[in-house]
């Protein structure tokens, strides 16, 4: 494995896992590339947008429900805390929970970028415990910080002795990566070197990595069938419930990308075992985890029983959909895992994918093998799918969605699928990383995507009021045209 927690930095994507951000071609060829150790990143001359690895890393610990997250950047940095303290305030209140954590910034200006600001971060740790007294402190780094070379490690190494509770730095400088899930493994990896703590005895518990828990009820009693539980993180979980990760029965992830780093530590680390397959996502995906699953912790009978009644009742209605479904055209815009995932749900709904956009690309997992579902995609399509890597670059989809004018764009980013709309294509944003989780979530799935190219009265009255910023002579570019050649 590739994971070192000896060190207080996780590695980038880039260097750990082969990760790039810049490909166009199809599923073969980069299936090809990647098993023999030929694919290489491609630079744009030209870029339109990206993300920021500390938001994803920030953002993940700010979940946690009692303790502080310390941005030690400029204020332009943490100008989002605002959004993520309501967000998880939401999630916990719906919960019923109480969500006490602050997410503060340090404010760093010109006189610190010249001069250093680890004085005054330091005074702001101590005062932030003072005040609010989080079960833990995490200091995140920022493109300022890390280019002055503040030392925040030594910081955090001093201060540990002189307060109660878990300090640890976050490694996410915005300059680290250029895939932002870099941010993700910053997370897990503060979480896994600071909070995690050896086992004492085994629970009855599996661990279940996710983003935002809306499908709670429904897994809770999903594995109720098998007699264990799931415990959920990080929204709204506490440190001392993180201390015991190294104690369950198992790991999994409602993403792949999300799940790798924290996953193949705790089972790299505990030997608590981490699930590997195709995410839950569609029929395949749902019913090979829920066998591995069952495999891990010794209940495939039961699992068997439970896929057997799930099936009768749940597949003759999805395929009552699919009938109106099949043959329509679709094109994604997604990250890495949930973009090539997403694709096979809408395979098995007998829609057409004309068009995978990832936002990035991981070579392989922390366990060092390809990512599970990209062989599963190469053998369901003999007759390949053409792929592109986009970094979330709005020009390359907008092109993409003209020339192949499909019947629906599904995105996990709103601010592309508002693009879409304007071209006078449906679109939907999959928000919910449970929107297509086993059998009743790819039935709604597919009575989603029903509603909404139903009636495309709205797009088609948007468009033909609407004038883009892209020319005609763009749009008769290949959609690649701006990548460069491979980086040596």
């Not at 750990?16 to 071609?25: E, Q």
């Not at 983003?211 to 993180?233: M, Q, T, Y």
């Not at 090539?340 to 956009?357: H, T």
Request: hydrophobic share 40%; proline share 3%; with cysteine.
């Amino acid at each position: 494995m590739t994971i070192n927690l000896q060190v207080t930095a996780a590695g980038s994507r880039e260097n750990r896992l082969g990760s790039i951000t810049g490909y166009s071609g199809d599923l073969h060829d980069l299936v090809q590339q990647t098993r023999c150790g030929t694919l290489k990143e491609k630079e744009r001359c030209f870029s339109q947008s990206s993300s920021c690895d500390a938001g994803c890393a920030l953002n993940q610990l700010a979940s946690i429900i009692d303790v502080a997250v310390i941005n030690h950047a400029p204020s332009g940095c943490t100008a989002g805390s605002s959004t993520v303290i309501v967000h998880h305030t939401q999630l916990a209140a719906k919960r019923g929970i109480e969500y006490d954590t602050v997410f503060l910034g340090t404010d760093m200006d010109e006189s610190d970028t010249i001069f250093g600001a680890i004085t005054g971060l330091k005074e702001i740790i101590i005062e932030t415990y003072n005040r609010y007294k989080p079960q833990a402190i995490f200091v995140g780094t920022s493109c300022v910080s890390g280019i002055i070379g503040e030392d925040v490690d030594s910081v955090i190494t001093e201060l540990q002795a002189e307060l109660p509770i878990p300090l640890a730095p976050v490694h996410c400088e915005g300059f680290k990566s250029r895939v932002w899930a870099s941010g993700f493994d910053a997370a897990d990896h503060a979480v896994l070197t600071s909070i995690v703590k050896p086992p004492q005895k085994k629970s009855n518990v599996i661990n279940f990595k996710n983003f935002n828990e809306s499908a709670r009820k429904e897994i809770i009693e999903i594995f109720a069938n098998f007699g264990v539980e799931p415990f959920f993180l990080y929204a709204n979980s506490t440190v001392e419930e993180l201390t015991h990760l190294s104690e369950a029965l198992a790991t999994v992830s409602i993403c792949g990308t999300l799940g790798t780093y924290l996953g193949n530590g705790l089972e790299q680390e505990y030997g608590v075992p981490y699930v590997k397959t195709i995410n839950p996502l569609g029929i395949a995906g749902f019913e090979a985890w829920l066998r591995e699953i069952g495999r891990v912790i010794g209940k495939a009978e039961e699992v068997e029983a439970y896929i057997e009644q799930e099936r009768a009742f749940y597949l003759p209605k999805i395929e009552a959909v699919k009938k109106e479904l099949t043959g329509l055209r679709a094109v994604l815009g997604m990250g890495a895992s949930f973009a090539f995932q997403v694709s096979r749900v809408l395979q098995e709904l007998g829609i057409e994918v004309v068009w995978v956009a990832s936002w990035h690309f991981d070579a392989k997992y922390d366990n060092g093998e390809t990512p599970p579902y990209l062989e599963h995609l190469v053998k369901e399509n003999p007759n390949n799918l053409k792929v592109s890597v986009s970094d979330q670059q709005n020009f390359e989809i907008l092109n993409i969605l003209n020339t192949h004018k499909p019947d629906i764009y599904l995105a996990r980013h709103p601010g592309t699928t508002v693009w879409a709309i304007k071209q006078g294509i449906a679109a939907l944003f999959l928000g919910d990383e449970y929107k297509t989780f086993g059998y009743r979530g790819t039935l709604d799935f597919a009575n989603t995507i029903l509603d909404t190219i139903r009636n495309r009265s709205f797009e088609k009255n948007l468009a033909a009021r609407i004038t883009l910023p892209y020319s005609d002579w763009w749009y008769k570019q290949d959609n690649a045209a701006l990548l460069k050649e491979d980086v040596k």
